[in-house]
């Protein structure tokens, strides 16, 4: 593990895009609508390895009652080292820090993760159902 270096620091965006486009994210991501989400996040980390990211997390919301985990991706070379683990101990650590008592905290997980995320106390709850809806523009 001491070969990976947790920075807290959003990702620059050719660090986001890279990471978006390892992880089968890159038909999906906006990223010149990028270029102003990311400098709007509370909270973001990146990992290092060999100079270069290998993973990263964010944190979005409005700071007070609604928090989101967002953008957690790992290079799939880099995958089961323990690198998610340092970025959602170190997104988990924040939140802890600076959210409110009640505050609610949420994530999307891909298919394969949800047992890495109960791990951290996420869990899906009976009254509520997740939904979401992704805004498409006309090309041309």
């Keep these: 593990m001491s070969q990976y270096e947790l920075v807290e620091r959003l990702p620059m965006l050719e660090e986001y895009r890279r990471l978006c486009e390892a992880v089968g994210w890159g038909d999906v991501m906006n990223f010149e609508a990028a270029r102003t989400?990311?400098?709007?996040?509370?909270?973001?980390?990146?990992?290092?390895h060999d100079g270069g990211a290998v993973g990263m997390g964010r944190i979005v919301g409005d700071g007070a009652i609604f928090f989101y985990i967002q953008d957690v991706a790992?290079?799939?070379?880099?995958?089961?080292?323990?690198?998610?683990?340092?970025?959602?101990d170190a997104l988990t650590r924040y939140l802890e820090q600076h959210a409110p008592d009640k505050a609610?905290?949420?994530?999307?997980?891909?298919d394969d993760t949800p047992p890495f995320y109960e791990r951290y106390g996420f869990a899906t709850h009976p009254m509520m159902t997740g939904m979401f809806r992704v805004i498409r523009r006309e090309q041309g």
């Design 37 to 48: 989400a990311i400098p709007n996040s509370l909270y973001g980390v990146i990992v290092m």
């Design 74 to 88: 790992v290079l799939p070379e880099h995958q089961g080292q323990g690198v998610g683990r340092l970025i959602l």
């Design 104 to 110: 609610f905290v949420g994530l999307f997980a891909d």
